[in-house]
């Protein structure tokens, strides 16, 4: 018999954010299914210097199907796990984990499905011969490697630590083969920019630090412009980019089929995507989101 309810935790720093949780009980609702998720609190009250082994027995112990993590547990966890998907070892980060029937815990990484998927919906066509990237944290190497994925040419990338921008490529040109990366330092991103089809900005907002003047300037109506920050849905990039008559997109498609890829590991479901943008869309319309 098909299973019809779900428990699933909630790991995290940013775990009371409600966008995915209202995201997935809604597509659960068009299943049929009983979801619920909660939050689990990795650093406080019966979990507290226990560490993540102790978690994942208590949260199976529990009966919980699977967990949505977060930062920063995202790489801790990963040791603990039994196995892991192909793209979650590729970047060392798990963002969802499934409790299996025979007792095992499985990790996956849907941060590059859900840029490559984003990428693809959301800005059809569009020309990858020279793409510059702005951030080598943890969304960079998703972004990056969704670049690669795609078939992008040439990814020249950069951030505010020349080093972080040098490892990324390192492990990309290790990962992927061959030598489509480049890094460079930030003070080339104006001379860069003006021979490139596409920007990607995968910093944090307020993380651009000295890049923002850069970046608003360097900008031309010939780009196609990806601010692959999840959270900044309206972010001041696009808006100067729309009115250069950029190309553009925002996070909000990274979001949701991040959302999807996890709902559907956990449920063994196909997830209706094109009504989860429906969701979406009519969740960020409401006065709260913008609270």
């Known amino acids: 018999?098909?299973?019809?309810?779900?428990?699933?935790?909630?790991?995290?720093?940013?775990?009371?954010?409600?966008?995915?949780?209202?995201?997935?009980?809604?597509?659960?609702?068009?299943?049929?299914?009983?979801?619920?998720?909660?939050?689990?609190?990795?650093?406080?009250?019966?979990?507290?210097?226990?560490?993540?082994?102790?978690?994942?027995?208590?949260?199976?112990?529990?009966?919980?199907?699977?967990?949505?993590?977060?930062?920063?547990?995202?790489?801790?966890?990963?040791?603990?796990?039994?196995?892991?998907?192909?793209?979650?070892?590729?970047?060392?980060?798990?963002?969802?984990?499934?409790?299996?029937?025979?007792?095992?815990?499985?990790?996956?990484?849907t941060d590059v499905v859900g840029r490559v998927a984003a990428l693809v919906r959301g800005l059809p066509g569009i020309p990858l011969a020279r793409v510059v990237q702005v951030g080598a944290g943890a969304a960079g190497s998703a972004a990056a490697h969704a670049l690669l994925e795609l078939k992008a040419e040439h990814l020249l990338v950069t951030d505010p630590d020349y080093e972080r921008?040098?490892?990324?490529?390192?492990?990309?040109?290790?990962?992927?083969?061959?030598?489509?990366?480049?890094?460079?330092?930030?003070?080339?991103?104006?001379?860069?920019?003006?021979?490139?089809?596409?920007?990607?900005?995968?910093?944090?907002?307020?993380?651009?630090?000295?890049?923002?003047?850069?970046l608003s300037h360097a900008l031309h109506k010939d780009l196609w412009v990806f601010d692959a920050d999840r959270y900044l849905v309206h972010s001041r990039l696009l808006q100067t980019g729309c009115a250069l008559g950029c190309r553009v997109l925002d996070a909000g498609g990274v979001m949701v089929n991040e959302a999807a890829a996890a709902f559907g590991l956990i449920t063994g479901r196909t997830p209706h995507t094109s009504h989860m943008f429906g969701d979406f869309a009519e969740i960020m319309a409401e006065p709260q989101a913008h609270s």
Not at 76 to 104: H, M, N, W, Y
Not at 186 to 206: F, I, K, M, P
Request: charged share 25%; aromatic share 6%.
């Open 1 to 109: 018999m098909a299973q019809s309810s779900y428990l699933v935790g909630l790991v995290g720093s940013d775990t009371d954010r409600s966008l995915d949780v209202d995201l997935h009980e809604r597509e659960a609702h068009r299943h049929n299914l009983r979801y619920l998720c909660r939050r689990v609190d990795a650093d406080g009250g019966a979990f507290r210097g226990k560490g993540m082994p102790e978690l994942l027995r208590a949260c199976r112990n529990f009966g919980f199907s699977g967990l949505r993590v977060a930062p920063p547990y995202r790489r801790t966890v990963r040791p603990c796990l039994d196995e892991l998907s192909q793209p979650a070892a590729r970047l060392k980060a798990v963002d969802v984990i499934v409790f299996t029937e025979d007792g095992r815990t499985v990790g996956y990484n």
């Open 165 to 214: 921008a040098r490892a990324l490529v390192e492990q990309l040109r290790q990962s992927s083969g061959g030598d489509r990366a480049e890094a460079f330092p930030a003070e080339e991103l104006a001379a860069r920019l003006a021979s490139a089809d596409g920007l990607v900005h995968t910093l944090s907002s307020g993380g651009t630090g000295c890049l923002d003047t850069s």
